[in-house]
Each structure stands twice: as structure tokens, then as C-alpha cells.
């Protein structure tokens, strides 16, 4: 069973920084992706970014140019960095990899606001 365990969530002030971790229980190489989503209430849980095994990332336009995904395979943990944050990027943020199956983490919640 693999789990990931989602950290480094807050409250910050538009224009400031987060940077978020997805830490997995298994060794994220065997991955085929791993990446980020989030989902406000009543809405539909949205992509954010994704990261391949090979390291090749990408980012759905709303966060393109702010987020940056990456990854450390040696603690496998997935990190998510945030600048620029803006009131619309508020949400539970869901760190999500791809095996033979689909596992999602607990989320963490983002709340950007002054």
C-alpha cells in the first residue's frame, strides 16, 4: 500500500511563497508520474502539475510561470513551490501518483488571502 503524506500548507498573503511536500512511502522511481492537484468546495479537483519518472514536468496554464514541481528521489518526496500566489490558487492541494494503481494523499490547505 503506498501513502503519501501531504505538509507544508498555510496561510499566506497574496504575492508570497509556499512551498508544499508529498512524502511517499515507497520509492517514487517505480512512479510513472507524480503530481498536484487542488479543489475548492463544490468545485471538481483540478491538475496543477505533473512530473514524470524521467523528470519531465508540466503545469496547467493558471499556475504556469509561478509553480515549479519537483522532485527528490533519494527522500522520495515530491515538492511543489508556489510563488506569486494569488486569492484564486486557495484550495486543498493533493499530491497524486501514478502506479499500477492511483494513490492521492490526505491533502494540505492553501489559503492565500490578506
Known amino acids: 500500500q503506498v501513502q503519501l503524506v501531504e505538509s507544508g500548507g498555510g496561510l499566506v498573503r497574496p504575492g508570497g511563497s509556499l512551498r508544499l511536500s508529498c512524502a511517499a512511502s515507497v520509492n517514487i522511481l517505480s512512479a510513472n508520474t507524480m503530481g498536484w492537484y487542488r479543489q475548492t468546495p463544490g468545485k471538481k479537483r483540478e491538475w496543477v502539475a505533473t512530473?514524470?519518472?524521467?523528470?519531465?514536468?508540466a503545469y496547467a496554464d493558471s499556475v504556469k510561470g509561478r509553480f515549479t514541481i519537483s522532485r527528490d528521489n533519494a527522500k522520495n518526496t515530491v515538492y511543489l513551490q508556489m510563488n506569486s500566489l494569488k486569492p484564486e490558487d486557495t484550495a486543498v492541494y493533493y499530491c497524486r501518483a501514478e502506479f499500477s494503481a492511483v494513490y492521492w494523499g490526505q491533502g494540505t490547505q492553501v489559503t492565500v488571502s490578506s
Open positions: 512530473i514524470t519518472n524521467s523528470g519531465s514536468t
